[in-house]
């Protein structure tokens, strides 16, 4: 009794990742803290892992598997659960296939491995995610440009670093750490940001370009524009390790400095002198966040972003973008088992035709989930498994979102709460946090390290959700292990380690070497970085890429914007929520009771909008509410909003789902989405502003 018990863990309260030692007492967790011997956030911490103590324990937490009989929910048995499944899904795969079960997950949540594994074994080639707009989309691009994921390389040292459209101190997203890049910068590295919002480091830039959202790609051709004019490029890497530079050289032509400052709102003088700088200042690192993939030009501003990395000899350099090498386990591919699934499977994916570069990854655009769903186009969706996300608060046009899930048959949701989501499944199954799993953690990631996440303790009958895909999938007859250990002794095997041992070593990091391609080239077709895609050439796309208008803007929709004459940016972060999650956590919630909205305090003055009042925001999708806070580090045009919002404490089903939420307002319109990837557009289109005088 009493006596506190140390584990050494990781976190995942976000993309995770950060070392944390969990203090358990008589069974429970009950407090963590930042491991300070953790290669990758040496004892740092953020609000959200810290709060995970009052998440895993709180009161309306769900800890056991529950059915919906007559709209009520009812405690069930895992078996019962996992039965009822099991029989459901059986009988839609004799009467129409697999491909009739849509299986979904959300962000970075370290068990797409499994998931995959599980769609793949089961036959379905429909798998819904946030990838095609998010980082997916990224490593797709990377993998048919030069091969794989180009990371700014903050430990070694660059001399000039990039934000670009990235806010790393609130966010650590994906494979990067605030902490490191807070370091570089510390070391006297400049700082170029690239981003419509003066955030905390825009300020404490070198050089600020204030960007009309959704334009990134034609900025950065005016980068490549003042480069080649100049002759600012490595010849030598260019001759040597480019594919298609003439080809790209006369399109770079497009896209003159006076012509992208009038696309982009930023000053010519300012992208020339940024785009020296960028190109004179060696070893340069480009570190892009998400904005740029939400976009219709996600697919073309990523391969001209790795351009950029190409010609000035960044790519692959100590200190530039780094192309780095993970450790030796199996990777999410090889587990998933994506080499199993059918051609003919593949053949019938959603909108695989159409969006083929996520095809390629194995990913579908979510409207075509819901046309599916809705319209039964090309077929009807029969049943869908839901594992950690919540696409009726994140996901574009929340409001088709929302119709589609509620109409479809059969739909299983595993989560930690009821979200408006869960309160749409007939079964809803619980899920451990990270205090309750096992895992090689961050296997999906690019910075070279896995982390060993250490079961703490058991709460309830919540299971991890490897356990529920592996035990559904044995129900099914596919081919999975005994135990979530034994399935992890088979990711670690070609480290030589078991579980038991690299539980022990704690993490592991891949072999640090650069220059790779001076041996054996890129991982292209042609072995160079194809700034000319022969892969995009051979489905017969535009094998170059390019700038197009954003469909909603003042340039491209001017009559409506006449109506709606601001550039609606949604997706402000803040530290302390993750999405749509975390708006029950007491500690957390406190830093921020309601959903903000940033305008400008002369457009405030326009609308007779005071700070802290709240606002109406339209689209023509819709309404919302949020409180608006006056910022002068935005454009007058703008408006910026969080995302993610919905109400836990309104106790009826829907949870006040559509009263915050931006997603109410954003599109999901094909024409807005990228034409290879399918991301989907959620940081640009029209909005009017209004005061909203009935409460205070
Ligand atoms: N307008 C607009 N919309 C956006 C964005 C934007 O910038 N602007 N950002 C987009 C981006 S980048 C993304 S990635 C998506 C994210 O979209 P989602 O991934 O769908 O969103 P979340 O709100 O993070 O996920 C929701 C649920 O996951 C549950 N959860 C958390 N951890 C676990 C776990 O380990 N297991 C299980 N079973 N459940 C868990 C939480 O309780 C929560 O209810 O949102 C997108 N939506
Ligand atoms: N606390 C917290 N952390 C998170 C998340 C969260 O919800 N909360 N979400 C996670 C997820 S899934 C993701 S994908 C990452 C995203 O993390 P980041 O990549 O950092 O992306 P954002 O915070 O969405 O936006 C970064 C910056 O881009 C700016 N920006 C907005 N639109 C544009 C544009 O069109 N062009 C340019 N150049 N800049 C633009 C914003 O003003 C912001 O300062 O964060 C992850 N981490
Ligand atoms: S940054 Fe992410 S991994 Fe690190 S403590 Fe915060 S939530 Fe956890
Ligand atoms: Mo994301």
Redesign the pocket.
Known sequence: MGEVRKIRTACRS??GGCGVIAHVKDGKVIKVEGDPDSPYSRGTMCS?GLAITQLAYHPDRILHPMKKVDGRWVRITWDEALDTIATKFQAIIEEYGPEYIVVGQG??RDYESHLYRFANLLGTPNVLT?GHM??VSRVSTSLITCGNLPVADYNGGPKLIVM?????L????DEYRAEWFARAFKQGAKLIS????K?YYAGRADLWLQ?R??T?AALAFAWHYVIIEEELYDKDFVKNHVHGWDAFKERVKDYPPDKVQDITWVNKELIRESARMYARTKPAAIHW????EQTNNCTDFTRTAIGLMAVTGNLDVPGGNALFVNPPTRTVAEFARHKDLSKEARAKRLGGEEFKLGARVAFINPKKAWDSILYGEPYQLKAGLLCGTNPVVSRANAREAYEALKKLEFLVVIDFFLTPTAELADIFLPAGTWLEQNHVADNWKRHGYVFARQKCVEIGEAWQDHKIFLELGKRMGQEWWDTVEDALDYLLEPSGLTWEEFKKKGYLQGENVYYKYKERGFSTPTRKVELYSTILEKWGRDPLPKYVEIPESPVSKPELAKEYPYIF?P?L???N???SANRMIPWLREIRPDPIAEIHPETAKKHGIRDGQWIYIESPRGRIKQRAKLFDGIDPRIVTAEH?WWFPEIKDPEHGWDISNANILTDNAFETCDPNMGSTNL??CLCRISPCEDEE
Do not use: E, L, M, Q
């Open positions: 976000c993309h959200k962000t970075g946030a998010c980082y670009w459209a990235c806010n790393p609130w966010t650590n997203p690239i981003d419509p919002r955030s960007i959202p959704g990134d966040g998400v904005p740029t940016n997706g972060r803040t530290p929520f993750f999405h993610g940081r640009a």
